[in-house]
């Protein structure tokens, strides 16, 4: 079936330093890759998205990259900060039914 | 404000006492899901909808029951709950059209003794 697996499962950066955060999934039509963010006894928040059509997406400290040949794609947060702080969660969706699979999550600190 | 509202936020309880875990959504998205959250599984699928009336499972859907006779509201049901349905649930909801992102309740914590 459909899996997304996430890599690594902690992650341990100083302050200042970049954290990236690599995820596979295995169903090759899947056509839409959002990353969470969710902080202890929150809900996940979306922090970025990128489609098929598109290769890299950056958003201020934040950008991913998608590899389709690969079926690979990565989260990168450079400059990080304490608040950066979280569990990250990638995430595939493809196909009409709209689910999105998730990966198992990647507990990042950033140490001050 | 745009938001998915999920009720209860806490619910302790016991065996086999059916319980209704709420959500609503007033964003006029057709699709609904309703995910549980376990340490080191992720997020996983129970039951999603993608409009009125129109429901199916996901990965682990054992053990719950939802509907969805309105657009805003998808209720997730445990007829008879166990302990190993002790968990962190979340509701979720976007647009079927397009690939937009999912928004997410703020949670339910509960526990089944």
């Known amino acids: 079936g459909e899996n997304v697996e996430q890599h690594p499962s902690t992650l341990s950066v100083q302050e200042g330093d970049s954290a990236v955060i690599k995820c596979t999934y295995s169903?090759?039509?899947?056509?839409?890759f959002p990353w969470y963010k969710q902080e202890l006894g929150k809900r996940p928040q979306l922090i970025i998205d990128?489609?098929?059509?598109?290769g890299e997406k950056k958003d201020q400290r934040i950008a991913v990259t998608l590899n389709k040949t690969a079926k690979h794609f990565s989260l990168h947060i450079t400059e990080t900060q304490p608040e950066d702080s979280a569990v990250y969660f990638c995430a595939a969706r493809g196909g009409a039914t709209n689910k999105l699979i998730f990966g198992t999550g990647t507990l990042l600190a950033v140490q001050p | 404000e745009a938001q998915v509202t999920q009720n209860p936020r806490y619910l302790i309880t016991v065996t086999g006492k059916k319980l209704t875990v709420t959500c609503s959504q007033n964003?006029?998205?057709?699709?609904m899901s309703w995910y549980r959250q376990d340490p080191g599984l992720g997020l996983r699928q129970i039951y999603y909808?993608?409009?009125?009336?129109?429901?199916d499972k996901g990965d682990v859907p054992e053990g719950y029951k939802v509907s969805r006779k309105e657009k805003r509201n998808f209720p997730l049901i445990l007829e008879s709950p166990s302990p190993n349905q002790t968990s962190l649930y979340f509701c979720a909801s976007s647009p079927t059209r397009g690939n937009q992102p999912q928004h997410f309740g703020d949670g339910t914590r509960l526990s089944i003794l």
């Open positions: 964003m006029n998205h057709e699709y």
């Open positions: 169903d090759s039509a899947s056509n839409y």
């Open positions: 990128i489609r098929s059509n598109v």
């Open positions: 909808s993608m409009n009125v009336e129109v429901t």
